[in-house]
């Protein structure tokens, strides 16, 4: 089994930034992709940005320019690092990681409002 809880979340107002990291513990040999996804009130869950073992890197085009995903293999730690923020970036945010079948986190809640 694996466990992946994040951390970083809370109230900020737009135009801030907050940090998100996402830790990964218990069956792991390696981590393949991994990813941050949101889902906000009375929507779809979404993928923000993800991130492949070569390195690669995906977003959301609602994100790109101010979102910048990351990865430590050596803590096996997940990070978002989300500038610029909006109030319509308001959501739980959740990481998922392919370990062996994928993983999740409970999420953390970021709200943006002013």
């Known amino acids: 089994q694996v466990q992946l809880v994040e951390s970083g979340g809370g109230l900020v107002q737009p135009g801030g930034s907050l940090r998100l990291s996402c830790a990964a513990s218990?069956?792991?040999?390696?981590?393949?992709?991994m990813g941050w996804y949101r889902q906000a009130p009375g929507k779809e869950r979404e993928l923000v940005a993800s991130?492949?073992?070569?390195?690669?890197?995906n977003y959301a085009d609602s994100v790109k320019g101010r979102f910048t995903i990351s990865r430590d293999n050596a803590k096996n730690t997940l990070y978002l690092q989300m500038n610029s923020l909006k109030p319509e970036d308001t959501a739980v945010y959740y990481c998922?990681?392919?370990?062996?079948?994928?993983?999740w986190g409970q999420g953390t809640q970021v709200t943006v409002s002013s």
């Open positions: 991130i492949y073992s070569s390195g690669y890197t």
């Open positions: 218990g069956s792991i040999f390696s981590i393949n992709d």
């Open positions: 998922n990681a392919l370990v062996g079948r994928w993983f």
